[in-house]
């Protein structure tokens, strides 16, 4: 998580390589086939009163309408649709997700028939970047064949992330991280995922009233460690992370135990997270604290192993153990999942 300056958000398309970002364009500029009608009115970058959806169509062209956040027919009615990231609609009239461009049907690529995953990124930057990295590289292994995966990446403002959690407004992390789960969904996401721990504080809300299955970091961290067959690990991650319930909650249920640092200790931590790894900022010093802490855990509580669980943490405690103690890679179980996720022949 990242406490930056905001920056501009867009759908980052991956299919064996990043391609650019979708620009956002303004809606209600004038075309050749006469200005466009906008049903329901738009606001702000294009988007109606219920921040979903906004249809342009052109008087000129009846066959020519862009729909922003969903796809519609020929009628003029939105559904939804998780298929493709731009395509066409059951009617043949095209359709294209936030961009403001209308598209050429006949330019139009055939609709994937694989996975595509969904990543909720920018949570923070520098760990967004190892989740591609490391989903391309896990692909290759496990595919060898030449061929790639096809992700989607919306990165967003974490700023926006860090001020509701730290406000205590959950509510409105749910409404911000809904909307962008949802703008995954119409851009063709298969399932979706948050590319952090802390904005798993309120993962269960999400994944009950969003249209995209969901991976949870934390549950799939829960089952590495219980494969392990272990009963008491660490808890490394922000303060919200190491004094938040949702890993307790979830690991209670497989008997396992979650410890934690003292209080001073966790306060280093969280400063160090979110002063320095969060930007970027891998200092030898900061590591060696952190290796101090984990022995520190280890000898006070005897842990088996300790969750890295913070996805810039794997960043500055590179390797299979910190001080002899086994960890828990929270960005690597996940990518596990997502490329399990994403190789499934399931529809």
């Not at 030449?146 to 860090?162: E, F, M, N, Q, R």
Request: with cysteine.
């Amino acid at each position: 998580m990242s406490a930056g300056p905001a920056a501009s958000r867009g759908i980052s398309v991956a299919a064996g390589f990043l391609a650019a970002a979708l620009a956002r364009g303004a809606p209600g500029t004038a075309s050749p086939s006469g200005p466009p009608v906008h049903n329901p009115p738009c606001g702000e970058r294009g988007m109606s009163p219920d921040g979903i959806r906004c249809l342009e169509t052109f008087p000129g062209n009846p066959a020519r309408r862009v729909l922003f956040g969903r796809m519609v027919g020929s009628g003029g009615t939105s559904r939804s649709s998780t298929k493709t990231a731009c395509g066409s609609s059951a009617a043949g009239s095209a359709a294209h997700v936030e961009t403001g461009v209308p598209i050429d049907q006949n330019a139009m690529p055939p609709a994937p028939s694989r996975k595509i995953a969904g990543i909720v990124g920018g949570i923070g930057p520098e760990s967004t970047v190892d989740y591609y990295r490391l989903i391309l590289s896990r692909y290759a292994e496990r595919r060898p064949d030449g061929s790639a995966p096809s992700v989607l990446i919306d990165s967003i403002d974490l700023k926006t992330i860090v001020d509701a959690i730290s406000s205590g407004d959950l509510a409105a992390v749910t409404d911000y991280l809904r909307r962008e789960l949802e703008r995954l969904a119409a851009a063709g996401a298969s399932f979706g995922l948050l590319a952090a721990n802390t904005p798993h504080v309120v993962f269960d809300d999400l994944a009950a009233t969003t249209p995209l299955p969901l991976i949870s970091i934390v549950e799939e961290t829960c089952r590495a460690a219980k494969s392990h067959g272990w009963k008491n690990v660490g808890l490394f991650g922000t303060r919200f992370t190491m004094d938040g319930a949702f890993y307790p909650a979830v690991f209670s249920r497989e008997g396992i135990r979650i410890s934690l640092p003292p209080p001073d200790e966790r306060a280093y931590i969280h400063e160090r997270y979110m002063g320095e790894l969060i930007r970027g900022v891998f200092l030898p010093e900061t590591r060696e604290r952190l290796v101090s802490i984990a022995a520190n855990l280890s000898n006070r509580e005897g842990i088996e192993a300790l969750i890295l669980g913070g996805t810039e943490l794997p960043l500055i405690l590179r390797g299979d153990d910190v001080g002899g103690v086994p960890v828990l890679d929270t960005t690597r179980i996940h990518v596990e999942a997502v490329v399990d996720a994403l190789l499934s022949e399931e529809p």
